[in-house]
């Protein structure tokens, strides 16, 4: 049996069930996903295996990066740019406290399953992920038979804010920059409900900043650009407070994230919004958040 056999038989054992989209929107969204395969997600993800779809925190190594006339020098940098959006997740993962092997984990917009695939390596615990896209789901399902963790990461086709889980069975849930196809107050009400009293969450997520008065036009070039409406930080706050979701802690990641951006512009991957996110974060009017709260 050839590799791209196993790769179509496994495609067929795991593909979920597709339910039809509750809102026309929501049909755009993951006709959105579905379709996209940019060299960005893909090729960073070619480095180790984990496919994200999310951007990176961190310094840069510049001694890594080597010379510009290097002729490695844009598959090192490919790999710097992979190294910073891991970096990110494990930011996420330390903010969700003490999780146990019994757990289980909630992954609200999973994409390719990046993040699920680092949570299980690292508290061996179940991660489930729910995405509009089946294209993303069977990815990701793919990836964990391939790494021969199917029984610990799963990726299923469903609404987020309507989540197939029992209420209080979960110990931990994030959205990594995935709340900003949503109504917050919905998203919180749901996760409020599948978190187990005492449980976290998590969400690292680009917001407008309210002292800027309304949102720049960076930020509306970002929202055409993925077809989202990015909320306000207080937005976050106020709908959480509403949900049962207690911060407990608030970090300003925006200064962490420009020098991934600063790189990413200097890249053969680029995709035509860096401006936006580099210009938006420097004037201030978009910043870079994660908000952990408890369940109470």
Known sequence: MTSSTRLSATSADTRPRIPGPATPYQGDIARYWDGEARPVNLRLGDVDGLYHHHYGIGDVDHAALGEADDSEHEKKLIAELHRLESAQTEVLLDHLGDIGRDDTLVDAGCGR???????????????????????????????????RIPDHVRARV?????????????????????????????????????????????????????????????????????????????????????????????????????????????SSLVTGIEEAFIESYKDGSFQYVLIAADRV
């Open 158 to 266: 469903c609404n987020m804010l309507d989540m197939p889980f029992g209420t209080g069975q979960v110990a931990g849930s994030w959205n990594n920059e995935s709340s900003m196809y949503v109504d917050l107050h919905d998203l919180f009400a749901e996760h409020s409900r599948i978190l187990e009293v005492g449980g976290r969450y998590v969400t690292i997520t680009g917001c407008w900043n309210p002292r800027y008065g309304q949102p720049s036009k960076w930020v509306s070039q970002i929202n055409a650009h993925f077809e989202c409406n990015i909320h306000s930080r207080r937005e976050y706050l106020r709908a959480m407070a509403d949900n049962r979701l207690v911060p407990q802690a608030v970090v300003d990641l925006t200064p962490a994230t420009l020098p991934y951006w600063e790189l990413r512009a200097t």
């Open 113 to 147: 399953g990046g993040s699920m695939v680092m949570a299980h390596q690292r508290f061996g615990c179940k991660v489930e992920g729910v995405t509009l896209s089946a294209k993303q789901a069977d990815f990701a399902n793919r990836r964990a038979q391939e790494l």
